[in-house]
Nanobody
Framework: QVQLVESGGGLVQAGGSLRLSCAAS????????MGWFRQAPGKEREFVAA????????YYTDSIEGRFTISRDKDKKTVYLQMNSLKPEDTAVYYC???????????????????WGQGTQVTVSS
């Protein structure tokens, strides 16, 4: 199993920045992809970004418009989400997820991932 713990959420004004972290433990040798999703109140959980653990290839949803950057530190078994130019519509609970099965489906789909963190709240005030 893999355990994921997110941190770094909080309250920030519009235009500000936050960096989320997600630390993995357990069977981390089996990680293929790590991703970030978010869920706003009353909305479905949506894909934000993902990174392939070995190659470092990254994927983003169009809605973040180049404001967010995903990265990973393989030695620390940690993935980061640097969020700049935050907007009130970025307010959500942000979840980290990992694929340990070398999934072949859509990297943007919930079902691609088999382990999830507990989430961290990000609130952007206007």
């Amino acid at each position: 199993q893999v355990q994921l713990v997110e941190s770094g959420g909080g309250l920030v004004q519009a235009g500000g920045s936050l960096r989320l972290s997600c630390a993995a433990s357990g069977r981390t040798f089996s990680i293929y992809v790590m991703g970030w999703f978010r869920q706003a109140p009353g909305k479905e959980r949506e894909f934000v970004a993902a990174i392939r653990w070995n190659s470092g290839n990254t994927y983003y949803t169009d809605s973040i418009e180049g404001r967010f950057t995903i990265s990973r530190d393989k030695d620390k078994k940690t993935v980061y989400l640097q969020m700049n130019s935050l907007k009130p519509e970025d307010t959500a609970v942000y979840y980290c997820a990992t694929d340990t099965n070398a999934s072949i489906g859509l990297i943007t789909s919930h079902s691609f991932y088999d382990y999830w963190g507990q989430g961290t709240q990000v609130t952007v005030s206007s």
